[in-house]
């Protein structure tokens, strides 16, 4: 595609449900990250994918959190029995390997609000 | 592990004036250093970015930033705002021996009046 595009682009829910947030890379980008923009805060990074490699999953705040990459492409952030402080923005973004140099590419974001 | 620091919460200039939005950060080793935009609903878009040789960056938009070795700073510089400038904008540095771990800055909130 001509860039990354998450879904949904916002997301109510109650308290203790579960969630699934979706990121679709660009096309050919073999890395692709989760990060969390908090109101007036800046990015956390949440978790990483490089390909077929084990993803670091070492930004992720609590176990209820979870993320897979369906065969290399398309992710999902999964957040189980949510909690209001999971509210925030969830951010991905892709780069085409994943190097020092390289670019993320940010998609638009979902933004979760948990009631 | 590498930081970035971005003093200024806000910063207001007015339409035609240059800018400047202010990065330091901390690596052990040497850094790559970015700057992206964020407009309101929006995700972030990359600006620029420093990987090596010329100090002077030149992005997007008319951006500039100047990566300062000694005072470990990569401030974002523009020469005449425009109103449309207005945003959300985040500096970034991940370590050269790093290939996951960028850090960003809390951001600063550029306003431009006209």
């Known amino acids: 595609g001509a860039g990354v595009s998450q879904s949904p682009s916002n997301k109510v829910t109650e308290k203790g449900k579960d969630v699934e947030l979706r990121c679709d890379p660009i096309s050919g980008h073999t890395a692709l990250y989760w990060y969390r923009q908090s109101l007036g805060q800046g990015l956390e990074f949440l978790i990483y994918f490089q390909g077929n490699s084990a993803p670091d999953k070492s930004g992720l705040p609590s176990d209820r959190f979870s993320a897979e990459r369906t065969g290399g492409s398309v992710s999902t952030l999964t957040i189980q029995r949510t909690q209001q402080e999971d509210s925030a923005v969830y951010l991905c973004?892709?780069?085409?390997?994943?190097?020092?140099?390289?670019?993320?590419?940010f998609g638009p974001g979902t933004r979760l609000l948990v009631l | 592990a590498q930081s970035v620091a971005q003093p200024e919460d806000q910063v207001n200039v007015a339409e035609g004036n240059p800018l400047t939005v202010k990065c330091t950060y901390s690596v052990s080793g040497n850094p790559y250093l970015f700057w992206y935009v964020q407009y309101p609903n929006r995700g972030l878009q990359f600006l620029l970015k420093?990987?090596?040789?010329?100090?002077l960056v030149k992005g997007s938009y008319g951006f500039e930033a100047e990566f300062n070795k000694s005072q470990t700073s990569f401030h974002l510089k523009k020469p005449s705002a425009l109103v449309s400038d207005s945003a959300l904008y985040f500096c970034a540095v991940r370590d050269r021996g790093d290939n996951n771990d960028m850090r960003f800055g809390a951001g600063t909130r550029l306003t431009v009046k006209p």
């Open positions: 973004a892709s780069s085409l390997v994943a190097g020092g140099q390289e670019t993320q590419y």
């Open positions: 420093y990987i090596t040789g010329d100090n």
